[in-house]
Nanobody, 123 residues
Framework: QVQLVESGGGLVQAGGSLRLSCAAS????????MAWFRQAPGKERELVAA????????YYADSVKGRFTISRVNAKNTVYLQMSSAKPEDTAVYYC????????????????WGQGTQVTVSS
């Protein structure tokens, strides 16, 4: 019903910046809360950042707070994750996800997922 396609992943040096994009289609984008999750090899998928319907509320994991910024441009049906001061531990597959809730920190609330984009941070 909702298709999410991530882009912008790749290799970045420690301390550098990278911007991920997630393009949505199939539903009214502004009606969904959006989030970025990530999953490193052998680890559980974790919430990185979330943003409400209109972008007025955000959530960040403690591990990325102050370094990453989530934003959305509803007119473009796109959500972004600006990654700054990247660290090697940020290396993971990053997934875009959508929830019918305004904003959620719970993985189970996210109904739609993108295919993921690899982010590798070199030391």
């Amino acid at each position: 019903q909702v298709q999410l396609v991530e882009s912008g992943g790749g290799l970045v040096q420690a301390g550098g910046s990278l911007r991920l994009s997630c393009a949505a289609s199939g539903r009214t984008f502004s009606s969904y809360g959006m989030a970025w999750f990530r999953q490193a090899p052998g680890k559980e998928r974790e919430l990185v950042a979330a943003i409400s319907w209109s972008g007025g509320s955000t959530y960040y994991a403690d591990s990325v707070k102050g370094r990453f910024t989530i934003s959305r441009v509803n007119a473009k049906n796109t959500v972004y994750l600006q990654m700054s001061s990247a660290k090697p531990e940020d290396t993971a597959v990053y997934y875009c996800a959508a929830t019918q809730r305004s904003l959620s920190e719970r993985r189970r609330d996210y109904d739609y997922w993108g295919q993921g984009t690899q982010v590798t941070v070199s030391s």
